[in-house]
C-alpha cells in the first residue's frame, strides 16, 4: 500500500506530485475468522473563502466588497454559504448555477433578501465588516441543495459554480473565480482554501498581505500569502477583519 501524504487542491492544482511514495508498507500472513467492516466514512469536509472586488481594474484591491464563506462535505447534498462582508457600495446578489446550468439566486436569513446588504438590513451605501470601528453586523448562514460532485468554480464539464451578479450604470456583471488572468492584471475574484481574515477598507491587499503579489508574479512560490497578514501598520491602523460577531443561521 502507498499513500501521498499531501493534499491536492482541485480548484487550484497545488499540491501533491501524485507519484505515491511518500508512505509504503507491505502486508503479509493469512486472515481467519470474521473481519469486521471498517468505518468506510471517508467523507472529507472543506471550507472555502471567497473575496471579490466588484468595480474590476479600477477597484481599491482590498477584496472584501464581497466576502463569502462556503463550508462543504464531499458525497452530501447540502453546502453552507456564509455571507461575511459587504465593502462595496453596488448592487450585489450570489448566484448558484447548478450541474444542469440551472440558477438560483441566494435568499439570504429570515428576510430572504436576494440583494446582500438588504440582508443585512442596510442600504447599498454602507460598508459592512469591513471597517475597523464602524458597521459590524452578524454575519448570515444559507444552505443550499447542491449535486453529490458540488464545485464552486465549474471545473471541466461540470458548470456548477457560486458566482456574484453586480449591477452598475452600464448593466449587470457577473463575477466568478478565473481561470486566469492577463499579465500585469488582476483577479476580480480569489478563492482561499479555509477560513480567511480580508483587508479592511481601503486597504490594498499587498498591504495586509505582502506575500500575495509575489504569488500572483510566480504561483508556485509563497503559496502561503494567505495566512502571513500584517494586522497592523506602524501607525496602529488595523489592516486585517476581524470578525468576532456571531452567526445567524438560516437555511431555504
Not at 492544482?13 to 505515491?20: F, V
Request: include cysteine.
Amino acid at each position: 500500500m502507498t499513500f501521498e501524504d499531501e493534499f491536492r487542491d482541485d480548484l487550484t492544482n497545488k499540491g501533491t506530485n501524485a507519484d505515491y511514495q511518500d508512505i509504503g508498507f507491505n502486508i503479509t500472513g493469512h486472515a481467519s475468522g470474521n473481519i469486521p467492516d471498517a468505518d468506510m466514512n471517508t467523507e472529507n469536509a472543506f471550507t472555502y473563502t471567497l473575496a471579490y472586488e466588484d468595480m474590476g481594474t479600477v477597484g481599491d484591491f482590498d477584496f472584501n466588497d464581497v466576502v463569502l464563506k462556503v463550508n462543504y462535505t464531499s458525497g452530501t447534498g447540502t453546502a453552507y454559504v456564509t455571507l461575511c462582508a459587504a465593502g462595496g457600495t453596488l448592487s450585489v446578489k450570489v448566484k448558484y448555477t447548478d450541474n444542469n446550468s440551472s440558477t438560483q439566486y441566494i435568499k439570504w436569513g429570515e428576510s430572504q433578501k436576494e440583494e446582500i446588504h438588504d440582508a443585512f438590513g442596510y442600504s447599498s451605501s454602507s460598508m459592512i465588516n469591513t471597517t475597523a470601528g464602524g458597521l459590524t453586523v452578524e454575519s448570515i448562514n444559507q444552505t443550499i441543495n447542491v449535486p453529490a460532485d458540488f464545485s464552486i468554480k465549474g471545473i471541466g464539464d461540470n458548470p456548477a459554480k457560486l458566482t456574484i451578479e453586480v449591477t452598475k450604470d452600464d448593466g449587470v456583471t457577473e463575477i466568478g473565480i478565473p481561470d486566469g488572468t492577463d499579465k500585469g492584471g488582476a483577479p476580480q475574484c480569489i478563492c482561499i482554501s479555509g477560513n480567511w481574515e480580508w483587508p479592511t477598507e481601503r486597504t490594498h491587499i499587498d498591504v495586509a498581505y505582502p506575500g500575495f503579489g509575489k504569488w500572483g508574479a510566480g504561483y508556485t512560490t509563497y503559496l502561503n500569502w494567505w495566512s502571513e497578514g500584517v494586522k497592523t501598520d506602524k501607525d496602529g491602523n488595523i489592516l486585517i477583519w476581524e470578525n468576532t460577531s456571531t452567526s445567524s443561521a438560516s437555511s431555504n
